[in-house]
């Protein structure tokens, strides 16, 4: 090999070493020594190829001249930049995972908690399935048949009349009480029925503590031969007393909705001595034109329904004394449950 050959070979390793080394420095003294080593004006080892460069013969120096500036400038460049990393302030020139403290306490993370409503629908699916109630469904957009029609409302009934219900068109509405899952599982299946259906309702009503526009029902419905208003008081105190306590007292009034006869208004009082009584719903014996709507013979089956409101439960089982709480989705409200 000629020496002007040999002399290319070794600046292509000494390039790549020189560069490698500026890169790997980490302070401004490793920077420093690799700088003598390789560029120091008296001993580097830059110097010995310039010395092998400036004796070659004529030819040689053209071989390599042009690949031995570049080679200076290249290492000069990667010098220089090396200068320039180390100058900057320490927090940026460390790695990012340096400054991550593995021994430092976690962050908190909050969990959130289910909504009161919900827990409450969930507690009353399982003390209903405990008497032996089966969860069933309807939609929330409903037609004037589900909704007034066959609960025996007629047309003329002030209970249809559009400003007192969510109307969507001519004849779908937001149903107004889940008293329309009635009519869609007896419709369904034949008697013997046990069922009861939670959902949301929607009424144009004037937002106070103790009313919303959309709230929440539960709905239950007996069918079978036989059945009585015992068999609905019981099933009513049974179920008060497995979700407010063994001290509560139900009591029944009498009411009127065109759906049952008779109908009665469901109160509660949860202390006794204090007397005081908070209505949660309706109830009474199915209406026999009920039955008639749905095809079941009102002779051979008896009924009873009954329809809660799932907020007024909620606030009683809580202390709570304002609906408007449950759907102002303040985290210092819904933290409490
Ligand atoms: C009804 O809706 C009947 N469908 C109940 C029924 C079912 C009777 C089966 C007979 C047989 P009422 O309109 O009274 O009834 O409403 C029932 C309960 O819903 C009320 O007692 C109350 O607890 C709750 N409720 C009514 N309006 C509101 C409102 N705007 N905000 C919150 N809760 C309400």
Redesign the pocket.
């Known amino acids: 090999m000629s020496d002007a050959a040999q002399l290319l070979a070794d600046l292509e390793v000494f390039e790549r070493e020189a560069i490698a080394a500026f890169e790997r420095a980490r302070t401004a003294e490793e920077l420093e020594a690799a700088r003598v080593e390789f560029v120091g004006q008296r001993r580097g080892k830059f110097r010995q190829l310039e010395e092998r460069f400036r004796a070659l013969p004529p030819d040689g120096k053209r071989q390599c001249g042009r690949r031995f500036n570049e080679c200076r400038q290249r290492v000069r460049a990667a010098l220089e930049s090396a200068r320039a990393r180390l100058a900057q302030p320490q927090a940026k020139a460390e790695p990012r995972a340096a400054a991550f403290d593995f021994t430092a306490p976690s962050l908190r993370i909050r969990r959130g908690t289910v909504h009161p409503l919900t827990q409450t629908i969930e507690e009353l699916i399982d003390v209903f399935g405990r008497l032996g109630f089966r969860l069933a469904d309807g939609p929330e957009v409903e037609d004037e048949w589900h909704n007034f029609e066959a609960l025996n409302i007629p047309p003329e009934h002030p209970a249809r009349d559009p400003n007192d219900n969510f109307y969507i068109d001519g004849q779908r509405l937001l149903r ?4 329309t899952v ?1 009519i869609r599982v007896m419709e369904k299946q034949p008697p013997p029925v046990r069922i009861i259906a939670i959902g949301r ?1 929607y ?1 144009p ?1 004037v937002h106070d503590a ?4 959309m ?1 929440h ?1 539960i ?1 239950g419905l007996y069918v079978d031969r036989h059945v009585t208003l015992a068999h609905l008081k019981t099933v009513l105190r049974q179920f008060a007393q497995a979700f407010l306590g063994p001290e509560v007292q139900i009591r029944f009034r009498p009411s009127f ?1 065109p ?2 006869e008779p ?1 009665v ?1 469901v109160d509660m009082s949860w202390d006794v001595r204090g007397g005081q009584w908070v ?6 014996m199915v209406d026999p034109n009920v039955f008639r709507a749905v095809g079941y013979d009102p002779e051979q089956y008896s009924g009873f ?5 799932v ?2 439960l909620c606030m009683r089982r809580h202390g709570i004394n304002d ?1 408007r709480l449950f759907f102002e989705n303040d985290v210092r409200f819904l933290r409490q449950f």
């Open positions: 107004s009480q889940t008293s009635q309702v009424r009503d103790t009313h919303f526009s709230f029902q709905e909705f759906f049952t109908s208004e209505e949660l719903g309706g109830a009474g329904a009954f329809g809660l409101g907020e007024r609906i």
